[in-house]
Each structure stands twice: as C-alpha cells, then as structure tokens.
C-alpha cells in the first residue's frame, strides 16, 4: 500500500507507504483498491499551487490551510474496486457491495449544505480551493487505495468499461458532458430556429477529445456541426474520425486573436456554442468573437490570467458567459450509462506506473501527453 505525497509547492511528489490503521473505513463509506487513476491539469495547479488571478494577484492553497498542504495526496479521476465497506452502510439500499468496480465521484465539498444535499457538490461554497475534495486532500486516487466518505459517491462501472477508462469520467468525461449540458438551451434555440447548431471546442486533449463525442450523442438529432480549435496539429489529428466537422488550427501568438477568430468564423460561421477548455485571455477574446447573437460561452480551462470584455458586445448580443468547475453526481451516472450504450472513443491512453506520476507531470506540464495520462497501480490490467 502506498500512496504520492505533496512534499512543497512544485516539488517532486515522494512515494510513501501506507498501513491499514492509516486507512479507516468510513462509516458510512468505503475503502477503495485503485487500478487506474488519470492525470489532470487541476493536479499540476494543485500540486505547484500558484494560480494567476489576473491584475498581478495569485492564489495559494497553502496560504489557507498552511501545513496540511504537505500531506495531501492528488489524483481525482480514480476507478477500482471496492475493498470493504463502512459499519453503517446498507448494501441492498445502495446497490454496492464487496468487489463491485467503480469509479468515484471525487468533489464531495463539505456534504452538508443545501447544494451537496442536492448532489451538486462540484458547486460547494464552504469549500475553498477545493480541498474537500478527494484528490485535494490526504486521500487522492496518485495512490493504491482510497477512502470515500460515503458510498453516494461511489457509481458502478459496466463491465464493459475498462477500469482505465472508468476512470476519466470522473473529471474530464464529467466536465466535457456538464458543459454540453449547460449550454443546451443554446443549442435547441437554434435547432428551433430552423438552423443547424455549431459547437466551438477550444483545445483537443483529452476534454476536447470527450466532448466532441459526447456533444454528437447528446445533440445529434439537432445536426450539430462541431469544431476543434488548437495550438498543436497533432493533437487535432489524433481526434477520433468522424468527431469533427472542422478542425482548426490557431496561431500560438497570444497577440493574433483577431486572426484566430477570424479564421473560425470563415470557415465554420458564427458559433452558438463555445466550450473553451484552455481557459487564458487569447482563448477568451477568441471566443467573444466567434460568438453569435445569445451564445453560451462555457468557460472550463484553469491556465489563468484575466480577460478584458465589452460590455456592450456581451449585452448587444445577448451572450452567457459561465464557468463550469466538473458536474453534479448524477451526471456521472448519466454519462457512464451514455457511454455503455454509444460509439464513443475514449482519450488516447498514456500508460504509467504509479512509481512514474513525476514523469507524468512533467510530460503533462511540458505538452507532451496527446490524450489522457493514466497511473496504473497494476501495470498488468494495461
């Protein structure tokens, strides 16, 4: 039993073991055996911990909870099986039992106010920073065992979906089908209007890669037409065949977004719908300016930085600008049972050790992962 632990800001994780008193089974939860657990940006701007806020401010978890900060263990997209299971947890009532294969909903916030109560944890707001949460606690999924607070936040998987795939549904398959939610109304106002709907996803990893297929079996009966913008080729050439209608490559230069939208909108037209899962200034204006009139422009990425918009483009044209942190619980649920049942192709796959989550960082910080990073605790389910 091991597990990585935080050892400082942008610091190396360090392998540690884990003994069984160390591991108390929750009461009303559940210790989990991991098998996979994937590699996210969030981790990266845990683990280095310094967020750019824009106007030169930053923010820092360990300013809030000091020490701590050095026991945690990251790692939130985490599938296995489950180990044992709480004193006071009723098997028959929660459809979990011993051995069942799971992936596990990780943004638990505090579980005690009204917006956990309604399984909308990922929106807690007695949660700062976060740290709550599985993966942002002593308890991440960069480990071979798990505790989960309560068994709700457990979903079973279908044995049709290997455990290195459960796994990404927990953050970017749920973020990818939560943003296509949120903008739905945009998407069936233009199908009522007697047009075809287009979707602009900013950025083809793994995120883009997830909803671009899912937007095709959520919207298909509107005709969606979807485009894929990104920075790198390669990534755009990796996406499954048939996901896109366009793909579109933008310039690196921060400085050329006029250019860069201008080139969207040429080739694909205004877009009803923009889900940017980069998330810095370029990427924003790029947005604001691919947007047709009562747009929804879904805000995911985490690089940072602040954006500087027109008041009057955003109200003249009648545009929704939100942000979207993951989803709620049942939308997990939704989308393991859309998964079982659909043509989806999941992220490309690069396989690690657990002995290896340093080099799956850095690869990740340096670009270098085309898909989705994913820890095997057992390299022989690979």
Not at 217 to 239: E, F
Not at 317 to 341: F, I, M
Request: charged letters at 15%; glycine letters at 12%.
């Amino acid at each position: 039993m091991q597990r990585a632990v935080i050892r400082g800001a942008g610091l190396p994780l360090e392998i540690v073991p884990v003994t069984a008193a160390s591991l108390p089974v929750p009461r009303l939860g559940a210790v989990i055996e991991i098998h996979c657990a994937g590699v996210c940006h969030s981790d990266i701007h845990f683990i280095d911990d310094e967020t750019d806020m824009g106007g030169g401010t930053v923010s820092r978890i360990r300013d809030d909870i000091g020490s701590d900060f050095l026991t945690f263990t990251p790692g939130h997209e985490i599938s296995g099986r489950v180990l044992s299971l709480g004193n006071h947890v009723d098997a028959r009532s929660c459809n979990i039992s011993l051995g069942d294969r799971v992936v596990v909903y990780p943004w638990i916030g505090c579980r005690q106010c009204g917006v956990c109560k309604e399984g909308y944890n990922c929106m807690c707001s007695f949660n700062p920073n976060g740290v709550k949460d599985i993966g942002q606690s002593a308890q991440g999924g960069f480990a071979t065992h798990c505790s989960v607070p309560e068994v709700q936040y457990l979903i079973k998987l279908h044995d049709s979906i290997p455990f290195d795939v459960g796994c990404m549904f927990a953050c970017s398959g749920l973020t990818s089908y939560w943003s296509l939610e949120r903008a739905r109304p945009a998407v069936e106002l233009a199908s009522k209007c007697g047009r075809t709907p287009r979707l602009l996803i900013i950025g083809a990893g793994g995120l883009g890669t997830w909803c671009a297929q899912i937007a095709r079996q959520l919207y298909g009966t509107h005709g969606i037409n979807i485009s894929v913008a990104d920075i790198w080729q390669s990534k755009l050439d990796g996406l499954p065949a048939g996901a896109t209608d366009q793909n579109i490559l933008l310039s690196e230069d921060t400085k050329a977004v006029q250019d860069n939208a201008e080139s969207i909108v040429f080739g694909a037209g205004k877009m009803d719908v923009i889900i940017n899962f980069v998330g810095n200034p370029a990427t924003t204006q790029t947005s604001l300016l691919c947007a047709a009139r009562g747009a929804y422009i879904i805000n995911v990425g985490l690089w940072g930085g602040a954006a500087d918009i027109s008041m009057v483009n955003l109200i003249g044209n009648s545009l929704t600008l939100a942000g979207v942190r993951t989803g709620p619980v049942h939308c997990l649920q939704e989308l393991v049972d859309l998964y079982s049942k659909s043509p989806i192709t999941p992220p490309n796959i690069v396989p690690y050790k657990l002995c290896e989550v340093n080099k799956a960082l850095d690869d990740l910080r340096r670009g270098d992962i085309h898909g989705r990073g994913i820890i095997y605790m057992d390299m022989h389910s690979i």
